[in-house]
């Protein structure tokens, strides 16, 4: 499937990548929200720091965006320990790994992004790395090959997957922190855009603070890119000071509407209420009307549609839920109406089961 760019998509893109460094906290105290995560850890860090010990291997997982790769920046900088990363995807062979091992130093902590894409044989040489802090590493092929025992220093590794399912027991086992990221509150991202704002030397008001979270999708990353989009706005058509209005009025240009869906995610839901009844529909059917791929459809707009309670997948096909026909300001059908099919996806057209006034319709969140 092509990547689908989008706003509001929670992987990290190539301007995400060159400025998130910066705004990254970089000790406990200034990670905001993922309290229990954070209470945890730090009992962690801080019985390792008494014991004079390197600190057991910590594994997080999450959807992305969330602060794995910060949190695991922070424990390296809360060990006072040097840090090293890598990645599932980069360690195709037994032998990538054996090379990273084999050159860490006492305590240092070890990052693995994506710790379900590494290769099998490289995962059977983690185990006994992250268990006896050793490795054997054969030397030469066929008949011949002998494996050499390799010691290692104590170091911590810190995994990262955003799909903890896609992990094997024994190796999900050998972490002796396990922490799950949670979506953050719209508070917590309030507190995350301050802060960033402040960062970035950005003048924002409280208002516009709650605005931007409000439709950030309870994930700090997203926060953050709709910052630098408000900002922007803010700088050419106000006076640079992100109100309220400056807030919405930015989030309106990109189409990203007061619950955080996009053009995508309204198109879907359009279809399916406008075109369909509001389902139950296949899946395919819903991507034709869309004009997407069946993929795109499921992957990249159902999973927070039906996260947010607006859309659920049933065995019979996809149905929208009552929150989806007052979101869009729309009026289900009675009961048994088959539905026109004439009206457009895009909101109020000529189908007959729109009311107008809709009565249901929820004011617009501001
Ligand atoms: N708790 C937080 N407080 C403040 N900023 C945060 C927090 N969590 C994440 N961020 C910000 O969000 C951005 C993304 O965080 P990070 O890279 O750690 O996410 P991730 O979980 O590793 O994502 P991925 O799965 O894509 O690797 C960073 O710029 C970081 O500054
Ligand atoms: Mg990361």
Do not use: C
Request: charged share 25%; no cysteine.
């Amino acid at each position: 499937m092509e990547p689908v760019y989008r706003l509001v998509g929670a992987d990290a893109d190539g301007e995400d990548r060159a400025v998130e460094a910066p705004l990254r906290p970089t000790d406990l105290d200034g990670f905001i929200g993922q309290e229990r995560v954070r209470e945890q850890l730090d009992l962690v860090l801080r019985a390792a720091r008494a014991r004079g010990a390197t600190a057991d291997h910590v594994l997080f997982s999450g959807a992305p965006g969330l602060g794995k790769t910060t949190l695991s920046m922070i424990i390296a900088a809360e060990m006072g320990a040097p840090f090293r990363i890598t990645s599932g995807p980069a360690i195709q062979h037994a032998g990538d790994l054996a090379a990273i091992l084999s050159s860490l130093t006492e305590g240092e902590v070890l990052f693995l992004d994506e710790i379900h894409r590494m290769s099998r044989s490289a995962e059977e040489m983690l185990y006994m790395a992250m268990e006896d802090f050793r490795v054997d590493v054969v030397v030469g092929t066929g008949l011949g090959a002998t494996p050499i025992p390799l010691e290692l220093p104590p170091f911590t590794l810190v995994g990262a997957t955003t799909r903890a399912g896609l992990l094997v027991p024994p190796l999900r086992d050998r972490f002796g922190f396990t922490a799950h990221m949670e979506f953050y509150a719209p508070a917590e991202l309030e507190r995350v855009i301050h802060r960033s704002a402040r960062l970035l030397d950005v003048a924002i008001e409280p208002e516009g603070a709650a605005e931007i979270a409000g439709r950030s999708r309870g994930t700090p990353r997203i926060a953050n890119r709709l910052l630098r989009r408000v900002r922007d706005y803010a700088q050419v058509k106000a006076d640079g000071v992100v109100t309220r209005e400056v807030a919405s009025a930015a989030l309106a240009v990109y189409e990203i509407d007061g619950r955080g869906l996009d053009r995508l995610d309204r198109a879907v839901l359009g279809a399916l209420l406008s075109l369909f009844g509001g389902g139950p529909v296949g899946l395919s059917t819903l991507a034709v009307a869309v004009g997407e791929e069946r993929e795109t459809v499921e992957e990249v707009a159902e999973p927070f549609l039906v996260r947010e309670g607006l859309l659920a997948r049933t065995p019979r096909g996809r149905v929208a839920t009552p929150a989806a026909w007052a979101h869009l300001g729309l009026a289900p059908l009675p009961q048994g109406d088959p539905g026109t099919g004439q009206q457009g996806p895009f909101g109020a057209g000529s189908g007959g089961h729109v009311a107008s006034p809709p009565p249901r319709q929820r004011p617009p969140r501001r």
